[in-house]
C-alpha cells in the first residue's frame, strides 16, 4: 500500500520524502523494530533522531495481569498515562494518546 509522495516503512508508518518540507512545530517520530541475537525482539522509538529511551517492566505487568482484568486495566492505563507524559517531557511540550497515535502512522509529533 502506497500514498501519494509517500514511502511505506515499517509497522505502517509513513515516512514524507526528504524534498518534503517538515511541518511547522513538529519533529520527527519513528518505531523501528530490533531483533537481538538471542531471538528476542525490541519496539525502539526514535523521536527527532534521537532513541526514546523507554520501556514497559514486562515482569511486573505479568504479575499484575495474574491478579485479575480490573489490575490489567488500571496497568495498562498507568502505562499509557506514563509513556504520554514521557513523551511530553521529552518534547518539552504536552501531546496526547491520539497525537503519538497519528504520530506513528505520519511520521512527525
Keep these: 500500500m502506497q500514498e501519494e ?18 511541518p511547522e512545530g513538529k519533529v520527527k517520530f519513528e518505531t523501528r523494530i530490533k531483533l537481538h541475537s538471542n531471538g528476542s525482539v525490541e519496539r525502539e522509538v526514535w523521536i527527532g533522531g534521537e532513541k526514546f529511551d523507554w520501556s514497559v517492566d514486562v515482569t511486573s505487568f505479568h504479575e499484575a495481569v495474574k491478579m485479575g482484568p480490573m489490575y490489567k486495566k488500571a496497568v495498562q492505563a498507568d502505562i499509557v498515562k506514563h509513556f504520554v507524559d514521557s513523551v511530553s517531557d521529552f518534547l518539552g511540550r504536552k501531546v496526547t494518546m491520539k497525537e503519538v497515535n497519528e504520530a506513528t502512522k505520519r511520521g512527525w509529533i
Design 5 to 22: 509522495n509517500k514511502i511505506e516503512v515499517q509497522d505502517n508508518q509513513f515516512i514524507l520524502p526528504d524534498d518534503d518540507p517538515i
